[in-house]
């Protein structure tokens, strides 16, 4: 007798099938209290997660989140159909949150001393120097060489709080700790301090009297004899430090094209792409990091690779402004300021107005001629002030509104500004030309529950949003149209060479461990420059009425696709892909056109909105 085995009743007879996409078994995650796990089961099963039911896309898709505990974790999975069961149990590691040093203990913990990098300074620069250790003693630091003894005041540093809870949460989450232990001091070096490679040694003093002692019986006498001592720990930080007064500055010059000046080491952008050959003096170093003076009370930063050192007795880089000359071309007006050298310099634009504002640091004003020369089209007037000593400020007011970018270089020691006024002859899309960026592509981006690669879905909907605009009489490029790796930095140099006029990133999402996506979630558009925030404004718009998801909010985000300034440059995070209903949509050519028709009409709206303003 031949008995037919149907494939719904394989299903109904075989236990549902657990599969977990991220996070990854064995991963460290950040310390959170609460954190999202997301994979796939079988169609038609429910899911708990540590207790808590999922919910489970007709796919198969689900996404919890759930409280998580300090240390060696597990997920806990349970998944029934028809049943049957199946467990999973899924290990990750929760980073602990730095903890009090016991107070009945005598420690300084070595791993937690500041300064941990070499530093190089000058006489009267500030030291700040802090190191974790038993709570409630007497400290004080010493540099071999300069100072001794220096008083250090134990301040409850707080620590927690999610930036990803700060950034794309609420932010009304208060997960902060307060931590006792932690020692700050500081110092002014004196005039007289010159040492090479000085160590920073840090005394802790706490009292016996917290420590048991089998020679003190106890007793009154004993416990007075014991209030009267000190337990003693001293440490020695990692980080050396350089004292030494220059005779002559050190002048150092950048050796490419693609430098960004920093406001500190490793922390904020001051002025993006220097050109090779900008001179500066340097006068300190923090680990890797220089410390460049651009002017009196001003100081920038930059790794040490991106400099050569020049040789002792070069002048110290400065010229005075003696004449400004705009000219206006056939798309773009020219500003050129005559220098003796090559000096640093910061463009600031402003979405507010219609000025654009150009820093020249080691600069003097001795400018009796600004001439126009067929620029009054677009240059309303230039005005030029000595901001400060060495800082020379020329602010270039605009007759447009609309304003798409700037590109600074120098042509001999002329600092060259090319400004892009927003385009008068774009009625139509004929003579626009867009380069469309799918983001990631080697590294795969976002996953899915059920395993979409974000690379794969940003390619879907760039390639509907370049037919698209193709439809418009635009000329459209795309910075990959397979699987290819094109690295990050490539995808604007690829925009520059097409001379385009639009950038436009397509990604989807996801959050930051800690962060509920669940709650936090929906479209998203990011800026860099303030001129491209009026494009950005318009898709976001779009974006909420036409995909029916949640604002997740306009942001500015420093993105190396955004940072670019001869172009408008946006990026759209159109769905989060973490969710499996999001994901399911994303793998629909309907929704994928969507997206695409969305982008497209948020780019219409801006360019209707040009039209409007002249």
């Avoid at 609460?34 to 079988?42: E, H, L, M, N, P």
């Avoid at 500066?280 to 920038?300: S, W």
């Avoid at 795969?444 to 698209?468: H, V």
């Avoid at 009026?534 to 898709?539: Q, S, V």
Wanted: glycine share 8%; with cysteine; hydrophobic share 35%.
């Amino acid at each position: 007798m031949l008995t037919l085995l149907l494939w719904s009743d394989y299903c109904y007879s075989q236990k549902p099938v657990i599969e977990v996409r991220y996070p990854r078994k064995g991963q460290v995650l950040p310390f959170v209290d609460s954190t999202f796990i997301f994979g796939k089961v079988t169609p038609g099963s429910t899911l708990e997660v540590n207790g808590v039911s999922a919910e489970v896309h007709k796919d198969g898709g689900f996404l919890a989140f759930v409280d998580v505990d300090p240390g060696e974790f597990e997920f806990q999975l349970r998944a029934d159909m028809n049943g049957l069961g199946s467990t999973l149990t899924w290990p990750v590691r929760i980073s602990e949150l730095y903890r009090t040093v016991p107070s009945d203990s005598l420690a300084i913990l070595p791993r937690f001393s500041v300064p941990y990098v070499y530093q190089e300074l000058t006489p009267g620069d500030l030291v700040e120097v802090s190191f974790r250790g038993t709570p409630g003693g007497r400290a004080t630091f010493s540099i071999e060489g300069v100072i001794d003894s220096v008083p250090m005041v134990e301040n409850g540093k707080t620590y927690g709080g999610s930036w990803g809870e700060r950034v794309f949460g609420d932010g009304e989450k208060d997960d902060t700790t307060c931590l006792a232990g932690v020692y700050f001091g500081s110092v002014y070096l004196p005039d007289t301090a010159d040492v090479d490679s000085a160590h920073v040694t840090f005394r802790l003093e706490v009292p016996a009297s917290r420590f048991p002692d089998p020679r003190l019986n106890g007793g009154p006498a004993g416990v007075a004899i014991a209030e009267s001592l000190m337990a003693v720990v001293e440490d020695t930080a990692k980080g050396l430090i350089m004292v030494r007064s220059y005779s002559q500055p050190q002048v150092v010059e950048l050796i490419d094209s693609t430098q960004t000046i920093r406001t500190g080491p490793r922390k904020g952008y001051l002025s993006i792409f220097q050109p090779k050959g900008v001179r500066f003096v340097c006068d300190g170093r923090y680990g890797n990091y220089l410390r460049l003076r651009l002017a009196p009370g001003q100081t920038a930063w930059i790794p040490d690779t991106s400099v050569t050192f020049l040789a002792p007795g070069t002048p110290v880089p400065h010229s005075y402004v003696r004449t400004v000359r705009c000219t206006g071309l056939d798309d773009t007006v020219r500003v050129e300021i005559f220098l003796d050298e090559k000096l640093p310099f910061q463009v600031a634009t402003q979405d507010s107005d219609n000025s654009v504002l150009l820093r020249v640091f080691g600069a003097t004003s001795d400018t009796d001629w600004i001439r126009y020369l067929g620029s009054r089209d677009h240059i309303d007037r230039i005005v030029w002030r000595q901001e400060q000593d060495r800082v020379y400020l020329l602010t270039i007011d605009l007759e447009e509104t609309n304003f798409w970018g700037w590109d600074g270089r120098f042509v001999d020691n002329v600092l060259t500004l090319e400004l892009y006024p927003g385009p008068e002859k774009f009625g139509s899309y004929k003579d626009l030309r867009v380069m469309i960026d799918p983001g990631h592509s080697k590294d795969p981006g976002a996953i899915g529950p059920t395993g979409l690669l974000e690379a794969e879905a940003n390619l879907w909907i760039a390639d509907k949003l370049s037919e698209i605009l193709r439809k418009k009489g635009a000329t459209v490029f795309m910075t990959r149209h397979d699987d290819s790796d094109v690295k990050l930095y490539d995808r604007p140099k690829l925009a520059r060479e097409k001379n385009c006029d639009v950038f436009i990133s397509v990604h989807n999402n996801s959050v930051p461990d800690g962060v509920n996506p669940l709650y936090h979630n929906g479209v998203s558009t990011y800026y860099y420059n303030a001129f491209s925030k009026p494009l950005a404004e318009h898709i976001q718009k779009r974006a909420v009425e036409r995909l029916h998801l949640r604002d997740h909010g306009l942001y500015y985000a420093n993105f190396a696709v955004t940072r670019p300034t001869q172009y408008l440059a946006v990026l759209i995070e159109c769905t989060f892909m973490i969710l499996p209903d999001q994901e399911a949509a994303l793998r629909t050519e309907s929704f994928q056109e969507k997206c695409a028709k969305t982008i497209a009409e948020g780019l219409d709206d801006y360019l209707r909105s040009l039209d409007r303003r002249r």
